[in-house]
C-alpha cells in the first residue's frame, strides 16, 4: 500500500502551557489518519460492529518525538502499513509540517482486530486487508 496522509491543524487545544502540542496529541493525530485511511477505503468502524462483529484496539506503540509543533501549523499526518498478521496490522506513521515536509513524530503502532462482543483476538476481515492492499 502506498502512504496515506491527512491534513490536521493544530488547535489551542492540543498545545501544552508551553505553547506547543501536548506529547499524548501526536498519538490522537495518528488515530485520526488511521480513521480516516479506513473511511477512504470504504470502511467505518460502526458499521464494522455492525457488519462484522469486529472491532480495532492499539496493542503496542512506539513514538519519537522529534520536534515540536506549535499552536495554528498546519501538518500531514502519513499512515502506511509495514506489516501484518492473521490478527494484527503494523501501522508507520509520521506528523510532519505541512509547508516543508519536515518530520515532527514518528510513530509505529500495532493494531489489533477483536470480536466485538467478547473482546478476543479475531481475524481482520478479509475484505478489509485486501483494501489496504496487505493481503
Keep these: 500500500m502506498s502512504e496515506?496522509?491527512?491534513?490536521?491543524?493544530?488547535?489551542?487545544?492540543?498545545?501544552?502551557?508551553?505553547?506547543?502540542?501536548?506529547?499524548?496529541?501526536y498519538l490522537?493525530?495518528?488515530?485520526?489518519?488511521?480513521?480516516?485511511?479506513?473511511?477512504?477505503?470504504?470502511?467505518?468502524?460502526d458499521q464494522l460492529i455492525e457488519e462484522e462483529g469486529v472491532l480495532f484496539a492499539v496493542r503496542h506503540i512506539e513514538a519519537d518525538y522529534l520536534r515540536p509543533a506549535r499552536f495554528n501549523d498546519a501538518l500531514v499526518v502519513s499512515v502506511c502499513?509495514?506489516?501484518?498478521?492473521?490478527?494484527?496490522?503494523?501501522?508507520?506513521?509520521?506528523?510532519?509540517?505541512?509547508?516543508?515536509?519536515?518530520?515532527l513524530c514518528r510513530g509505529v503502532v500495532k493494531v489489533v482486530c477483536?470480536?466485538?462482543?467478547?473482546?478476543?483476538?479475531?481475524?481482520f476481515p478479509k475484505k478489509l486487508l485486501a483494501a489496504l492492499a496487505v493481503e
Excluded: I
Aim: aromatic letters at 14%; one cysteine or more; hydrophobic letters at 40%.
Design 4 to 25: 496515506f496522509t491527512w491534513p490536521v491543524r493544530v488547535y489551542y487545544e492540543d498545545t501544552d502551557a508551553g505553547g506547543v502540542v501536548y506529547y499524548a496529541n
Design 28 to 45: 490522537k493525530f495518528m488515530e485520526r489518519a488511521r480513521t480516516e485511511l479506513l473511511r477512504e477505503c470504504g470502511f467505518e468502524q
Design 81 to 103: 502499513v509495514v506489516s501484518h498478521g492473521k490478527v494484527s496490522v503494523t501501522f508507520a506513521q509520521e506528523v510532519r509540517l505541512a509547508e516543508n515536509e519536515q518530520v
Design 114 to 123: 477483536l470480536d466485538a462482543a467478547r473482546f478476543r483476538p479475531h481475524p
